[in-house]
T-cell receptor, first 115, second 114 residues
Framework: DAGVIQSPRHEVTEMGQEVTLRCKPI?????LFWYRQTMMRGLELLIY????????DSGMPEDRFSAKMPNASFSTLKIQPSEPRDSAVYFC?????????????FGPGTRLTVT | DAKTTQPTSMDCAEGRAANLPCNHS???????VYWYRQIHSQGPQYIIH???NNETNEMASLIITEDRKSSTLILPHATLRDTAVYYC???????????????FGTGTSLTVIP
C-alpha cells in the first residue's frame, strides 16, 4: 500500500487566494483526519470523518476553512480566502475502526505558505 | 481528555535505552495512553498504546504506573534514527479531541547522540 497520499507537497500562494489541499486515505480505512502543525500551536486536530461523514469539526479555526469527503478515497481541505497566519504544515491521516489500537497513519503533509 | 506533561527535551547515547516519561495525573479509568513520534519533516508515527498493563512491541515498551498517573516509553537500544519528537496522548478509544492545541502537546524532543 502506498500509504496516505497528500497533494500538493508544497503550496505557496498570495493572501486572498483560494487554497485546496487533497488527501487520499489508505484503502479500507474508515476514519480520516485533518491536522495543522505550526511552531506556535503544535499539532492540532481540525476535523475528522467517519465513513465520509464529518463527525467533529470544532477544531476548524474559522469559516474560511472547509473540508469535504465526497467518497471513501478522497478528501479536500479548502481555505478561502487564505491569510498569512494560515501558513503551516497540514497533515491528513486515516485509521481503521476495529480494535483499540486506533493507529492513525499520517501522510507526508502539505507545507502551505501564504504571502 | 486528560492533559499530559512531558519534558521538553532529552539526550540519549546511541545503543543505550531511552526512557521517556509522561505525566497524566488526571487520566480517567477508561482512557488509554498512546505514544506517537514525529521525525523531522514527516508525519507522526504510531508507536504503542496501553491501558493498565505494561506493553511491548517491536518498537518499544510502555510502562504504566499502578495508579496510571504516569507512564514511561522505553526504546531499548536507541539508534540515530530514533531522533524525533515523542508525543504522549491520553484519550478514549474512538474519540479524538478536536480544537485542542494540547491534544498532541509539545512532546519530548529526543536526540540520540553517536
Amino acid at each position: 500500500d502506498a500509504g496516505v497520499i497528500q497533494s500538493p507537497r508544497h503550496e505557496v500562494t498570495e493572501m486572498g487566494q483560494e487554497v485546496t489541499l487533497r488527501c487520499k486515505p489508505i484503502s479500507g480505512h474508515d476514519y480520516l483526519f485533518w491536522y495543522r502543525q505550526t511552531m506556535m500551536r503544535g499539532l492540532e486536530l481540525l476535523i475528522y470523518f467517519n465513513n465520509n461523514v464529518p463527525i467533529d469539526d470544532s477544531g476548524m479555526p474559522e469559516d474560511r476553512f472547509s473540508a469535504k469527503m465526497p467518497n471513501a478515497s478522497f478528501s479536500t481541505l479548502k481555505i478561502q480566502p487564505s491569510e498569512p497566519r494560515d501558513s503551516a504544515v497540514y497533515f491528513c491521516a486515516s485509521s481503521l475502526t476495529g480494535g483499540l489500537r486506533q493507529e492513525q497513519y499520517f501522510g507526508p503533509g502539505t507545507r502551505l505558505t501564504v504571502t | 481528555d486528560a492533559k499530559t506533561t512531558q519534558p521538553t527535551s532529552m539526550d540519549c547515547a546511541e545503543g543505550r535505552a531511552a526512557n521517556l516519561p509522561c505525566n497524566h495525573s488526571t487520566i480517567s479509568g477508561n482512557e488509554y495512553v498512546y505514544w506517537y513520534r514525529q521525525i523531522h519533516s514527516q508525519g507522526p508515527q504510531y508507536i504503542i498504546h496501553g491501558l493498565k498493563n505494561n506493553e511491548t512491541n517491536e518498537m518499544a515498551s510502555l510502562i504504566i504506573t499502578e495508579d496510571r498517573k504516569s507512564s514511561t516509553l522505553i526504546l531499548p537500544h536507541a539508534t540515530l534514527r530514533d531522533t524525533a519528537v515523542y508525543y504522549c496522548i491520553v484519550r478514549l478509544p474512538r474519540r479524538w479531541n478536536t480544537g485542542n492545541q494540547f491534544y498532541f502537546g509539545t512532546g519530548t524532543s529526543l536526540t540520540v547522540i553517536p
